[in-house]
């Protein structure tokens, strides 16, 4: 079965240092990993997308996130944090099989981590 | 180039009763998904379709279902409406960008309360 964690519920950083919102995931065969951002007032949002390639995925906003194939983990980054990044993150894995149907090709949301940027 | 709209933006329905939400996606994208947001479940997905055919799926019950339109605007519909249905219903559309990553906007979503 599939299943996301992310392992903090609230992540505080400065304005200007490098933030990291973590994620990990379960899943049998060769992983999509996704990215959302979820402003106040703002709507959802798609941030990045890895399906194979390079480990390190760019993004929009300039976040980019790595992915660590032996430890199951596609954590977020930024080098240099601003206050009007702080909202509500969500990392989402799909499994990638070879048919689509039934909860094959579902997409499993994380709880979400709430970032929040001080000045 | 107008971006995702959803219609209705506020629904109240009853315990029983059955809907149908709108998508129009961005003109040329030809994915539509939908996902619903709530309080205690979180978000969840429920269906993506591409050029009429539905690609994925996620674990909800046969009274969701959805379809993709030749103009690809989307619907979906609840049908046997429970107190639990109650939710932001959200709809993305998606297609590859200029630089070849996959771009993805979303709705504002239609806000569905079951009494």
């Known amino acids: 079965a599939q299943s996301v964690a992310q392992p903090e519920d609230q992540v505080n950083v400065a304005e200007g240092n490098p933030l990291t919102v973590k994620c990990t995931y379960s899943v049998s065969g060769n992983p999509y990993l996704f990215w959302y951002v979820q402003y106040p007032n703002r709507g959802l949002q798609f941030l990045l997308k890895y399906i194979t390639g390079d480990n390190l995925v760019k993004g929009s906003y300039g976040f980019e996130a790595e992915f660590n194939k032996s430890q199951t983990s596609f954590h977020l980054k930024k080098p240099s944090a601003l206050v009007s990044d702080s909202a509500l993150y969500f990392c989402a894995v799909r499994g990638l099989y070879r048919n689509y149907g039934g909860s094959q090709g579902n997409l499993i949301f994380g709880k979400g981590t709430k970032l929040s940027v001080k000045p | 180039k107008a971006g995702v709209t959803q219609t209705p933006r506020y629904l109240i329905k009853t315990r029983g009763q059955q809907v149908t939400l709108s998508c129009s996606p961005i003109?040329?994208?030809?994915?539509v998904s939908w996902y619903q947001q709530t309080p205690g479940q979180g978000l969840q997905f429920l269906f993506e379709?591409?050029?009429?055919?539905?690609?994925n799926k996620g674990n909800f019950p046969g009274r969701f279902s959805g379809r993709q339109f030749s103009n690809s605007r989307s619907e979906m519909n609840v049908s046997t409406l429970e107190l639990g249905d109650s939710a932001l219903y959200l709809c993305?559309?998606?297609?590859?960008?200029?630089?070849?990553?996959?771009?993805?906007?979303f709705g504002p979503g239609t806000r569905l309360t079951v009494l």
């Open positions: 003109s040329g994208h030809r994915s």
């Open positions: 993305a559309s998606s297609a590859a960008g200029t630089s070849g990553r996959v771009e993805q906007f």
């Open positions: 379709y591409f050029s009429e055919t539905q690609r």
